[in-house]
């Protein structure tokens, strides 16, 4: 079977296991996929791969990919056909085993990717091979490999322009290291000087505030942030689809004009909401993360996150709908154990491979580094998509750096809450041991008994939840999957436990909504 579709995202999703395409990699899917010649810098880490593995899905026949690294081009290999694309690689390591199934694959019209060092284009017989078999789509990583005057210089690279110009295919290039001389460099040689379209940008979206609150009241917090932005275009994400509908009516009844959309509208109602909201000014919709795909509205002014997003790679494609027009845009993203709870819970039920789920534990905990950052957010962010950044000013801990205080002994006291009644409580009931109250669960489990009992009371409720929560958010202690709301700890919590290492918290439990302050209706 030869998988070819048309749509990016159910591929994205089932074939590389991802929820969101990162920064860039959408512009560039669907400039490769629709055969144009690309130039595409990305930093290391950004994510080039899926850039030419996903089209390589959705066109017909076969993509080259050009590569110098022997190892990476095994292990891209391996991970296709473990996601079940048949991809194979030519290269000197090949048992003759494995150069006999590509053939094979070739023959039958079935490969979809092949994978090539450079040196291979050497022999007229590779050439020749490549004009025969179909090939509709070349790749090459490490492009800057064909600048001379680079230490990575590959000779071999500058047959590629030969086999571009031979197979009269169209061509996408990628590298991470590309200062404007190698740039056109890349375009001299691979391209023949004819300008292919480039992907330069960096990831940054400089005018979009970024915001994070703990999530105190929902409600309250998202009608007061609508209600500073009066008469203006925004998105509200919720978790749920009964939220979007309930949020939306508190939305009109306060006085906006506001709609809901979620995936279990039929077609023709979600359709309305899509073309009201290209149109009209001013309208707010609620919605779940089904609304977004092809929404190209330019003068989204704000999004706000009524529920966490799932992800590091979610959260920035939400909230990059906002202000594609360059100007100001603002965002706001409230989170709290529960969402974390939430989405801990959906990858550990899921029936994904257990290093997928490890995968998708580490992009969330990416998210809630995020949420919990002490510095400048977008520093953060960048950092996470491997670029760097200074304060950027236009973030809320930028507006108002956050205090903290040393979190060692509140950390070490709640984890032996934990450890002391057997990691079978949540953050409540634990918080109750710590402040020293006696209710009837407490006392049911003689849990007054403890030497831990009352040891807490340095802290309120409010400081103990917000310190459960940062370290949720640190990935200190885990929800037990098999019992509701238990907590456990992880084991990075260890050297803390041990007095092995300190750990700095924020201070604040809840942060102010926005930069402005909020105006009541
Ligand atoms: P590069 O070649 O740019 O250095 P890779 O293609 O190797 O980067 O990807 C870097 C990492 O990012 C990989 O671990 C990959 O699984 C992950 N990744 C790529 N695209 C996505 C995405 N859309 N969502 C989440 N993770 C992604
Ligand atoms: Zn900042």
Redesign the pocket.
């Known amino acids: 079977m030869t998988i070819t579709q048309t749509s990016a995202l159910p591929l ?1 999703r089932d074939i ?1 296991g ?5 920064p860039g ?1 959408e512009e560039i899917v669907d400039a490769v996929t629709a055969g144009e010649n690309v130039l595409a810098i ?9 850039c030419f593995q996903l089209p390589a899905l959705m066109r017909d026949g076969i993509t080259v990919v050009i590569s110098p690294l022997i190892a990476l081009m095994r292990d891209q290999v391996r991970a296709l056909q473990e996601a079940g694309v048949c991809a194979g690689a030519l290269t000197s390591g090949n048992t003759e085993e494995e150069t006999e199934a590509v053939w094979d694959a070739i023959e039958e019209g079935r490969l979809k990717l092949l994978y090539m060092a450079p040196e291979r284009l050497a022999s007229g017989a590779a050439m020749g091979m490549l004009r025969r078999i179909g090939v509709s789509f070349i790749a090459v ?1 490490e492009a800057h490999c064909v600048s001379q005057w680079g230490h990575d210089f590959r000779p071999d690279y500058l047959r590629i322009g030969e086999l571009r110009r031979a197979l009269d295919v169209p061509l996408a290039a990628f590298t ?1 290291t590309a200062d404007q001389e190698t740039q056109e460099e890349i375009v001299q040689k691979l391209f023949d000087g004819e300008a292919p379209r480039a992907f330069l940008r960096g990831f940054d979206r400089p005018n979009i505030h970024l915001a994070f609150a703990a999530k105190d009241s929902p409600r309250r917090q998202i009608l007061d942030f609508a209600a500073a932005r009066p008469g203006q275009s925004g998105i509200v994400y919720c978790g749920t689809r009964a939220k979007t509908e309930d949020l939306s009516n508190a939305l009109n009844a306060a006085g906006h004009t506001a709609c809901f959309y979620h995936g279990g509208m039929d077609a023709e109602d979600r359709r309305i909401v899509e073309t009201r909201f290209a149109r009209e000014d001013g309208l707010i919709v609620v919605a779940t993360v089904a609304f977004g795909m092809g929404i190209d509205k330019p003068d989204i002014r704000w999004v706000a996150h009524a529920d966490l997003s799932k ?1 590091i ?1 979610a959260y920035y494609q939400e909230i990059g709908r906002a202000g594609r027009d360059g100007a100001p845009a603002e965002t706001l993203t409230l989170f709290g154990p529960e969402d974390i709870r939430l989405r801990r819970n959906q990858i550990d039920e899921g029936l994904a491979p257990a290093e997928r789920r490890a ?1 998708d534990h580490a ?1 969330l905990n990416a998210l809630l580094g995020l949420a919990e950052a002490m510095t400048c957010r977008r520093q953060t962010l960048l950092a996470y998509f491997g670029e760097a950044a200074e304060p950027c000013g236009n973030c809320d801990l930028c507006d108002t750096p956050p205090a903290t205080f040393d979190g060692t002994t509140s950390v070490r006291k709640a984890l032996s809450a934990i450890l002391r009644t057997d990691e079978t409580y949540g953050s409540g009931h634990l918080i109750d041991i710590l402040l020293g109250n006696t209710t009837d669960r407490v006392r049911a489990r003689r849990h007054d008994d403890l030497s831990v009992f009352g040891c807490g009371q340095e802290h309120s409720k409010a400081e103990w939840q917000a310190v459960f929560r940062q370290m949720m958010g640190r990935d200190l202690v885990r929800p037990d999957p098999e019992r509701h709301g238990a907590l456990r700890m992880t084991e990075p919590a260890l050297p803390i436990l041990k007095g092995e290492a300190s750990i700095t918290l924020r201070k604040d439990t809840i942060k102010a909504a926005g930069r402005r302050p909020a105006v009541k209706a």
């Not at 991802?18 to 990162?22: I, V």
């Not at 990305?42 to 899926?50: A, D, E, H």
């Open positions: 994205l590389f991802y929820d969101a395409f990162r990699q990305m930093p290391t880490g950004g994510g080039k791969s899926l990583d991470a992800s790679e995968a992009r």
